[in-house]
């Protein structure tokens, strides 16, 4: 039984109710709705509508039916329902009767789905909270677990300086750091209600709005109807927040995916995160991490679309916005899925420390050190730059490591040079002078990962 009807002679075309009909996805808002039914009922309870008896009659059904759909979300979405709201009515119906055809008194689903949407967004936002918050964690454990060994530093993907692989976890733990709290803002500011907006010009009944905000969770309600049933920004700033998030998700993956090919091989990723070839016996392929470089484009379309979506639609409620929902749920799975199996990579992760070292040594990444050196004895940085770009390519034509020329050799570029230049080359002296905030030293990663340990475990 559809909700309207009364002013139609002719029952929807099936092909239209196919296109039409919102049950197949919105069936996710189930407990959503039903919450919202039951502090709609207190609601207008309290403005004169329902007798205390109808009001307890009513919740004592739709809590009911909150534990019946609870146990079985997915089996509602064969249901023949126009849409949840549709479907909660009828269900309730089926419970109490004509009383169920009450509930729907001041309320209109243009603000009941958008109170819906806001309820599994808080949610939602707590689950990728969480997600990342394991994902950070586990991060920190493989950091913690591989302190001071050395690594290729790149830039431009030529290597540029040494650092750690404890420095370049530690990056990403920055990156989803502020994913975290860029999500948490997010989840702040949709903290109102728009129930109470009815249509669009707000409920007739007497209803004290923040407190029915409040009973649902919220801070306080919307404060404008017409803003109340037609603002889908949280939608956006969530797919955004999910955009950068699996943004910094594919730049991890790539990083781990030239890490671990056969030419560089500076980690090995686990047997339980990769998959074969059906031909080539010898391969064992990234998958997991090609497919979270690959659902980022998913999730970063989700959002395009929906800024597409939503460009230029008149106010109020219009049903172009029945389009939020669809991306919206998978780009959060999606989000959730790829953090967890981020984590999982990293559980299973080996380092292999010698190969990353013996890149790290190469490259003449110590270079720029050379540089600092004749900066010491007093040689202008920048002729000092360019005498050791002679000194590299003299290197390079002898095929050695700027480690193994010669003081004699190093004097046809410079006088200043002696046999102290030889412990400022070394990888481990390099890293352990960048001893500042924010550093590749040692020490300055050891008390980032006792900061961040103690920020996570009490956050
Ligand atoms: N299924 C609709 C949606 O997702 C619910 C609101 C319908 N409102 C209406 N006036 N048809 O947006």
Not at 226 to 241: A, F, I, K, P, T
Request: a negative charge; glycine letters at 6%; one cysteine or more.
């Amino acid at each position: 039984m559809a909700l309207w009807g009364g002013r139609f002679t002719q029952g929807p075309d099936q092909r239209f109710k196919d296109y039409n009909d919102s049950l197949k996805f919105d069936y996710r808002l189930a407990l959503e709705d039903i919450e919202g039914s039951i502090a709609w009922a207190d609601a207008i309870y309290s403005a004169g509508v329902l007798t205390e008896q109808e009001n307890k009659d009513l919740k004592k059904a739709l809590e009911e039916l909150y534990t019946e759909v609870s146990e079985n979300l997915d089996e509602i979405a064969k249901c023949d329902d126009e849409d949840i709201h549709s479907y909660v009515e009828r269900r309730l119906i089926e419970k109490v009767g004509n009383l169920g055809k009450k509930l729907h008194t001041g309320r209109s689903r243009n603000d009941q789905v958008a109170v819906d949407l806001k309820l599994w967004c808080m949610k939602a936002c707590d689950h990728v909270l969480s997600s990342i918050d394991k994902l950070q964690k586990q991060l920190l454990k493989v950091a913690e677990n591989n302190q001071g060994s050395i690594f290729p530093g790149y830039t431009h993907l030529q290597r540029a300086q040494p650092v750690t692989f404890t420095h370049w976890i530690l990056a990403y733990i920055q990156m989803f750091e502020r994913d975290y709290l860029r999500l948490l803002n997010a989840k702040e500011l949709l903290s109102t209600c728009p129930l109470g907006s009815a249509a669009l010009a707000g409920t007739a009944y007497n209803i004290d709005r923040d407190a029915l905000a409040q009973a649902l969770g919220f801070k306080c309600a919307t404060r404008n109807s017409l803003d109340g049933v037609s603002d889908r920004d949280h939608v956006m700033e969530l797919l955004s927040c999910a955009s950068i998030s699996m943004v910094h998700l594919s730049r991890l993956a790539e990083d781990l995916i030239i890490y671990n090919s056969g030419e560089a091989k500076f980690v090995e990723l686990s047997d339980k995160v990769t998959s074969g070839s059906s031909l080539m016996p010898q391969k064992k392929n990234p998958d997991a991490l090609e497919l979270i470089r690959g659902k980022c484009g998913r999730v970063v379309g989700a959002l395009t679309g929906m800024l597409i979506t939503t460009k230029a639609l008149p106010l109020a409620y219009d049903k172009d916005l029945q389009e939020d929902k669809e991306r919206l749920f998978d780009a959060i799975d999606t989000w959730i899925d790829s953090l967890d199996m981020a984590a999982l990579v990293f559980e299973g992760i080996k380092l292999n420390k010698q190969n990353a070292i013996d890149a790290a040594k190469g490259g003449y990444s110590n270079a720029t050190e050379l540089a600092d050196y004749l900066v010491s004895k007093n040689v202008p940085f920048r002729e000092a730059h360019s005498i050791v770009g002679r000194i590299v390519l003299y290197a390079i034509s002898k095929d050695k490591a700027l480690e193994d020329l010669s003081v004699a050799e190093f004097k046809e570029y410079s006088d200043v040079i002696s046999d102290d230049v030889y412990p400022c080359l070394q990888l481990e002296n390099i890293l352990a002078k960048r001893d500042i905030i924010g550093g590749v030293a040692p020490a300055q990663s050891a008390l980032e990962i006792k900061r961040m340990k103690e920020y996570l475990e009490n956050r």
